[in-house]
């Protein structure tokens, strides 16, 4: 009698992944070396030849970084795996951010001389902020300086995980030829030219640092999980297979970090760091099922091709074949022709085709199930964060956080006949990226254009000019301040009394106004006796809310404050949640037009990279520009500097570095808040 085997879920063999990393780690150059071994591609594609399959995009390779998430799709040893490599520099963590929202797990990408850099930090930290399970790759082994061990002790010290280190470097430097597998005992060695691997022995002069090393793993891991612990306490030693399965679990739970190493440039333990992700990193059906709400009411979809639609669309882009919004299929299925129901705009919508996506080429698809990854063409009304579920099993999913921006420039057409296409293709801007927005300045009429960082909007606006031909005047940039208050009012009173026929409006609050510590507005409410019923106490919150975006000192908006009602009182037939409403709008405006209050700017760390022989000249640079130095430390040949600094004082940095350093200097930077714009405190008027 035939036995049938049981049958396995293909979810199983899917994994949706992305590679995470500060600027210049070689996030890009470990994508297009998974690429040529999977046989995507029959060449390596260089970052520095502009021949990337990822960044296709033309500022791309002008510019050498990687500026949009690009997805991918390979496989590797039976496992599909949906790729997204996404942006390094700070300017574009947005991107990064609804990348990680429909993301499964993840390879943080870290350089093996510099260790945790500044960016490497701030996706770690949204990687954390999603419950991502991550490995981690320390690339550039075969660079002068680079240590393993340093840059491990970096992760434990700056991100504060438990790195559990599985490899061990088979020479240093430019001698770096392969890596000792210290779970399976075994060295994996490269040759020159083709790059094929080679499995061999451990070398003898290796087997005493690698039997050590394995024993770190063991008790790192034993420590960590039960299971490993019972086999160690019992064995006094893990088999690979326990220590395997552990590694997979602490992964999973973010216990615990695989750390993998090589170089990607030379293609040098590209392989193992496939194997890791297969071995290691969840597939869909290990993930919790996704929840979302609708009506208030919390449902949850798990990853099965049979159950009601749920996708979350996490980027739109305009190309040359229409109108692509990338999707996150949670639940259910997709074909071509479907109708599905957009719960944001709360209309239906047509799948037109449904895409598989090779960075900018696209092979078209039938249907498209859940845990997959993929484009449609057809819809209208998905923006970034938009849920899309079948029509007759509505949910809402919670959409990416999208930052506020801090830098602003004004935009005009050159050519008063360009100005409707300018229009236009802003509009087109801000519907494919949330973290660009678009106003009119109500003083001056101005087009204002704000984002995340100089360089964020300098490659709007030359995305702009390339796609339209619309040449751009761009006014200097502004940075996005806000006010606070440091010394509030007791018992400020407001009465809003209108009378003009009809109906009247009446309300009388009485509003205490304080700092508070931490950024935002909190609201509460100490009347007693029902002298402001609760939903008119509801209505002077959100008035005093709208008050919020008009500050006393430049209009800008205000945080960090608490107001309190303390009591008020009502008319018998004039008083009305609207009124009540404009009376917390008014009241809150005039009260903080009594307080002591100060303006705030946006202030970012930053890390220097210089020459020792230019050390002076940047620090000087640094303080003239109000900048307070946190920190330095000296490397071989060079210095590393950090600083707080204004981001005003920053605009033209780039180009003031360069002249003092003769070319060799570099930075970063990524916002850490606001502080005080020196000049005093506006006092009550």
Known sequence: MRTERPRVNPLTAVRNLGILAHVDAGKTTVTERFLHLTGITHKRGEVHDGTTVTDFDPQER?????IFAAAVTCAWDGHRL??????????????VERSLRVLDGAIAVFDAVAGVEPQSESVWRQADRYGVPRIAFVNKLDRAGADLDTAVA??????????????????????????????RMRALVWADG?????????PDALLEEARRRRRLLEEAVAELHPVALEEFYAESALSAETLGTALRDLTRTGDGVVVLCGSAYRNRGIEPLLDAVVAYLPSPLDVPPVRGTYEGVEQ???????????????????????????????????????????????????????????????????????????????????????TLCAPGAPLVLEPP?????????AVEARRSTDTDRLTSALARLAEEDPSLVVRTDSETGQTVLSGMGELHLEVAVEKIRLATGVEVDVGRPRVAHRETVVRGVSGFVFRHVKQDGGAGQFAHVVLDVEPLDDPGFEFRSTVVGGRVPQEYV????????????????????????????TDGSTHVKDSSEQAFRTAGRLGLRDALRACATVLLEPVVEVTVTVPQDAFGAVLGDLSARRGHVTGSTTRPGSALVTATVPLSELFGYAT?????????????ARPTGYARVPGGVVTAR
């Open 62 to 66: 002008d510019r050498g970084i990687t």
């Open 82 to 95: 949906n790729l997204i490599d996404t942006p390094g520099h700070v300017d574009f963590a947005d991107e």
């Open 154 to 183: 970096s992760i434990r010290e700056r991100l504060h995980p438990a790195p559990l280190v599985a490899q061990l470097p088979i020479g240093t430097e430019d001698g770096f030829t392969g890596v000792v597998d210290l779970l």
């Open 194 to 202: 083709d790059g094929a691997m080679t499995e061999l022995p451990v």
């Open 300 to 386: 949850e979809r798990r990853a099965d091709p049979q159950v009601p639609l749920a996708a979350l669309a996490f980027k739109v882009s305009a190309t040359a074949t229409g109108r692509l919004t990338y999707l996150r299929i949670y639940s259910g299925t997709i074909e071509k022709g479907d109708t599905v129901w957009d719960s944001g705009a709360r209309r239906t919508e047509r799948i037109g085709r449904i895409l598989r996506v090779q960075a900018d080429r696209h092979e078209r698809l039938d249907r498209a199930v859940a845990g997959d990854i993929v484009a449609v063409v057809g819809l209208t009304s998905a923006r970034a964060g938009s």
């Open 401 to 409: 956080t999208v930052a506020d921006p801090v830098v602003s420039v």
């Open 538 to 565: 509801r209505s002077v919150e959100a008035g005093c809310r709208d008050a919020l975006t008009d500050g006393p000192i430049g209009g800008f908006p205000v945080t960090g404050l608490r107001v309190t009602l």
């Open 656 to 668: 003031r570095l360069r002249s003092r350093t003769q070319g060799r200097g570099t930075f970063t």
